[in-house]
């Protein structure tokens, strides 16, 4: 009877060993070189030009990164980066922590015609290892969220050239 009392012990001190303090998951390697990436979408309906979206990448330097379809639609146009100012970084960064954003709450929307909206974080190599949004998101703190982060990128003129983009695609096409 010892014996299976002194297994028994052994077994749940080796599980307890293998468990996170508190039980909680542990936390998440964020990436050293971006802070996160939104969406831009396109139109729900219409041409390939027009539902075209962007991905727009905000480096930790302050860097702003604008991808879209190239004009073929065989590959990707990278624009020139664009430089925040570190006042206007620091305000993202308050806004949008990736612990915030990993934490925001969302589901899809019941609507049957709108946009997708996304953030997207990014592991210690770099590569999108949580993406939170949806069609239609719903969820209050994560519609602010984003729409405080696009309003800052808009700041900059990323809606706009995005828009520009997309119509030099649909005179294309």
């Known amino acids: 009877m010892q014996t299976i009392a002194a297994l028994f012990t052994s077994i749940l001190v080796l599980f307890a060993g293998c468990l996170p303090i508190g039980g909680?998951?542990?936390?998440?390697?964020?990436s050293q070189n971006i802070l996160l990436s939104i969406d831009y979408p396109g139109?729900?309906?219409?041409?390939?030009?027009?539902c075209a979206g962007a991905d727009v990448i905000v480096?930790?330097?302050?860097?702003?990164q604008i991808e879209?379809?190239?004009?073929?639609?065989?590959?990707?146009?990278?624009?020139?980066p664009i430089q925040m100012t570190q006042e206007d970084y620091e305000k993202l960064l308050?806004?949008?922590?990736?612990?915030?954003i990993a934490r925001l709450k969302v589901r899809d929307g019941e609507a049957c015609d709108g946009n997708s909206r996304y953030i997207t974080l990014y592991d210690q190599n770099d590569e999108a290892f949580l993406r939170i949004g949806g069609y239609m998101p719903q969820g209050r703190k994560f519609?602010?969220?984003?729409r405080a982060i696009q309003?800052?990128?808009?700041?900059?003129?990323?809606?706009?050239?995005?828009?520009?983009?997309?119509?030099?695609?649909?005179?294309?096409?």
């Open 24 to 30: 909680q998951r542990p936390a998440a390697q964020y």
């Open 43 to 50: 139109a729900g309906m219409g041409t390939r030009a027009m």
């Open 59 to 64: 480096m930790t330097d302050g860097t702003i």
């Open 68 to 80: 879209m379809d190239d004009l073929g639609f065989t590959g990707t146009r990278v624009f020139d």
């Open 94 to 100: 308050q806004i949008a922590k990736p612990e915030k």
């Open 143 to 146: 519609n602010e969220t984003y």
């Open 151 to 173: 309003k800052i990128l808009d700041s900059y003129g990323v809606g706009e050239a995005v828009q520009q983009w997309r119509q030099k695609l649909m005179d294309a096409e």
